[in-house]
């Protein structure tokens, strides 16, 4: 798998940020809008570990030249999204220390988002979280579209604690989390207990009670590394 060259190509293009594929003019931003792309396939899942991205191949898929394509990839790189492999770079992969540092962060800045949003959260921005909670119960036939709710549930949450850095922080934190394969919502019980998990954030949130809703956000990510890991090292 790894040696396979990029394929794909049409379907590349229609992760482009912008429609129909079309292409900012000047180098930086024509670099920015590479960049944009490629990260849109890795959090869609478009590539996986180990999957070779050559830069002639992203040239030729988005109709661009080498020199932006080379200056997004090396950004890829230096977030961690890709990595030098004996032949060249790859999509990243995750070992379990990797994982067990980054939930240990996700911890505490998901803890500080919630702390955050029943301090700030505007009554608009609470209620739209009930909307996505109730939205997150109706998923729960499909854990694809669960993990996609849940994604939303905790950005309304990133976005109702009104801070810009916490914010910033997060989003970086996410680019490691989308090279984890697969999402825990397929691990037995995970769905309703997540449920569940989030409710009782959001009723803390709802009644400002700050050191609750953080508390709570704390052992929802110590809950979903446990279910990680299971589903990652489970060998029963
Ligand atoms: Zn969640």
């Known amino acids: 798998m790894a040696d396979q060259p990029l394929e794909r190509p049409i379907d590349l293009l229609d992760l482009a940020p912008s429609p129909n594929g079309t292409k900012p003019a000047g180098r930086t931003s024509r670099a920015q809008w590479v960049y944009e792309t490629l990260r849109a396939a ?5 590539f996986t570990h180990g999957d070779r991205i050559r830069e002639e191949d992203v ?3 988005l109709g661009v030249s080498r020199t932006p394509v080379r200056e997004a990839l090396s950004r890829l790189q230096s977030r961690g999204l890709l990595e030098m492999a004996p032949g060249g770079l790859v999509i990243a992969a995750l070992a379990r220390p990797q ?5 240990a962060m996700r911890e505490i800045l998901e803890g500080s988002a919630a702390r955050f949003a029943a301090l700030k959260a505007s009554q608009a921005e609470i209620d739209s979280l009930y909307r996505i909670h109730e939205a997150f119960d109706r998923a729960r036939e499909s854990a694809p579209r669960m993990a996609q709710v849940n994604r939303d549930f905790h950005q309304g949450i990133y976005e109702a604690g009104h801070n810009r850095y916490l914010m910033r922080t997060l989003d970086e934190l996410h680019d490691a989390l989308t090279l984890l394969p697969s999402t825990t919502f397929t691990v ?3 769905p309703v207990t997540a449920l569940a998990e989030h409710g009782a954030i ?7 009670d700050a050191d609750r809703a953080e ?7 110590a809950h979903a590394l446990k279910a990680r890991l299971e ?3 489970s060998y029963a």
Do not use: K
């Open 188 to 190: 037995t019980g995970r």
């Open 42 to 46: 890795i959090h869609r899942h478009h």
């Open 59 to 61: 040239a030729r898929s």
């Open 215 to 221: 508390s709570l956000a704390r052992d929802h990510i």
């Open 99 to 103: 994982i067990m540092e980054l939930y």
């Open 202 to 208: 959001l009723d803390a949130i709802n009644a400002r």
């Open 231 to 233: 589903l990652m090292f």
